[in-house]
DNA sequence: GTTTAGCACTCGATACAATAGAGTGCTAAC
DNA sequence: GTTAGCACTCTATTGTATCGAGTGCTAAAC
């Protein structure tokens, strides 16, 4: 090892190049290749040589003797990094992002499954989301409605306006008193508590505030635990997995298959996501290996994190090859997780600061 | 053309025997491996000949001089119209699958999800499901609810257990016996229409019923009617795509992108649903070519539809490769719709006959 | 000392010919 | 009517030669 083996200006440069190129192509990038197209003011032969440092340094890999190079996961995570320029989006495209994006929002299910389709539209990868269970999330209303002769519906509301639903079946057709009456009693009972103070027990124990016969009351009280409990019961949305099989990289069908097959785990797309709960602020990258999950490890994924309200905390992403066009993504990955912000606020009004 | 080219038992024998061979192998089968492994009596040459034939009829197919026979969709045709034989599936296999459909539904959705992801997991295919548009649905229930200062919840349920919701805010803060007037009010104007006598106009109609200034009002009227109007906005349910990857005919990307984008539209899945409304309660197959849409003219979609109370009817069914294992598919296809039937009946008690 | 031109070398990709084998159609014998 | 036998066809496979992109190294140029 002599002094040209030290990392400096010109090889990051040639390693940005090729990077650069490689994502466009996904073909091994020459020395004559980088030479000809960038500027960088250098024969091939010089390049030939920086390249060979780059390679022994572990940036750039060779996938057979007489093939050209292509970058290794270090040489992605120093792009990433510190060689990435950020382009900017152009207006064109943040407009119709945001246009897209504000279009429609009437339930956090939906903006989520809505997020999730234009992220995966406008980076063309595919992408994840969901918003990890925390039962610290507050109940804010529950009722019972009648709904016809022998049918009552239960409701339950919790913060950051999840609404949960079940319908009940009772032998005999209460009377309307009767419902408002227990709906009342419940939703005093219940409304304000964290989800993580509510159990079986507490919820039975209603019983003994309202003189009531058990057959009547039971049926409703299981269905209130039931569908409050479904509340934390979070999915993961994915959209545009299509998308992936577009890219060469991804025309092996057992890995595609494989990778799939990963996606259908909500399990999955949360270790995917939830990587880095520290700077949950940024953008996170996982490259290729460095990825947890075994079926993802040709992969590489972004995501971000975005509080949504004071309890709750969603993350969203995307996965692509790993000579995905970062740049691009991470524009748009932030670009996406304001508007994503902004829209939730404009629909559950703030976050909501009455709390305690 | 002499008397050999006319259709008899032993040329539907050799006929079966081909594409049950087809079925398992998808490889052309020639009149050997038929001689040698089924029975018959014959030799390869006579076989050959009854094969000639076949294919002079357009039962058959040669994709080149050389190789075996495969079947064209008139063949197939023939096959599932008369010479099938229903396989019954093993005792364990109705059991799990009677198992897991019953194992949780409490929400039609869940349920469409649900019976949706069964259906694939039993065939190995893709299945799909839609209950589609039908505005002759009978609104059972609509009340507002107070959630919290300045947000109040609108709920809507639709004959079937359809529920639907949205939040509104409103700057101030109503009082609680004014909601419920104005719930109590709504409910008895609406509930008992059909989805086709509603619109704006009606719904704003109601202001007239309520004594309250329209700054108030309005709001939430909107939020009536958009709610209401979201109860027939059906999505389709698709499930199991990653299985189609493990058969050779779909290991060329660009054949499985278009079919898997033919899938992100709802309207797509109808269309290869919604082929035979006819014969409405038996099990339709659409062959390759017979299919309508150019994406899906070389996979098979079999399909039912099972009516759901009295004003719905839904539709579930499996696409595959042509070569698919119609027997067993046919099998499972029927006992899912059964089991389906029972479950939705069991969730929303029977077809509501108390109707008009 | 650094850069570059030049050249021998490597190795995948492509093209082509030869071969093997599966399957057919046809004819003649049973 | 059936089947054994055979010539024929066509794909798939294998082997061989060639091409070319790209490399590493050396020696000359700067």
Redesign the interface.
């Known amino acids: 090892m002599n002094s040209s083996d030290w990392m400096n200006e010109r090889k990051l440069n040639i390693l940005r190049a090729v990077i650069n190129d490689y994502i466009m192509t996904a073909e091994p990038i020459g020395s004559r290749t980088i030479a000809r197209k960038h500027e960088l003011g250098l024969s091939s032969a010089t390049i030939r040589n920086e390249m060979a440092d780059l390679e022994e340094m572990g940036y750039l890999a060779q996938p057979h003797t007489s093939a050209g190079r292509i970058p290794s996961v270090k040489g992605y995570r120093l792009y990433v990094d510190h060689l990435i320029r950020l382009t900017e989006l152009t207006l064109e495209e943040v407009i119709s992002i945001r246009n897209a994006i504000s279009e429609q929002a ?2 956090l299910n939906r903006l989520m499954r809505h997020v999730t389709s234009i992220l995966s539209e406008a980076t063309g990868y595919i992408s994840i989301a969901t918003i990890p269970k925390m039962n610290q999330n507050k109940i ?2 529950v ?1 019972v ?7 009552l ?1 239960v ?1 339950s ?1 919790a913060e950051g ?1 999840i ?1 949960r ?3 009940v ?1 009772i032998s005999v057709t209460p009377d309307p008193n009767f419902v408002q009456k227990v709906s009342r009693v419940l939703n005093s009972k219940i409304s304000g508590l964290n989800m993580n103070e509510i159990n079986l027990e507490v919820i039975r124990g209603i019983k003994e505030d309202i003189q009531v016969p058990d057959s009547m009351l039971m049926p409703i009280l299981d269905a209130v635990y ?1 569908c409050i409990g479904s509340i934390d019961s979070n999915e993961a949305y994915v959209d545009g ?2 998308n992936l ?2 890219y060469p990289e ?2 092996d ?2 890995r ?2 494989e990778l ?2 990963l996606l ?1 785990e909500e399990n999955n797309i949360q270790q995917l996501l939830n990587r880095d709960e520290t700077n949950s602020t940024n953008v996170t990258i996982s490259i290729g290996t460095e990825n947890r999950l075994e079926q993802a490890r040709d992969s590489t994924v972004v995501s971000t994190s975005c509080p949504m309200g004071d309890s709750m905390m969603s993350s969203i992403g995307i996965i692509g090859p790993t000579r995905m066009d970062y740049s691009r993504v991470i524009s748009i990955m932030k670009l996406d997780r304001r508007l994503f912000k902004n829209e939730f606020e404009k ?3 703030g976050n909501n600061s ?1 709390e305690t």
Do not use: C, I, S, W
């Not at 409605?145 to 049918?151: D, N, Q, T, Y």
């Open positions: 009437f339930e804010k209303a009722q409605l009648p709904v016809e002769p022998g049918k519906l409701v509301v306006g609404v639903n079940r319908l079946r039931d997995t299509v099989l577009g991804f025309h069908p057992v595609v298959r799939f097959r259908d629909l559950y009004n009455e």
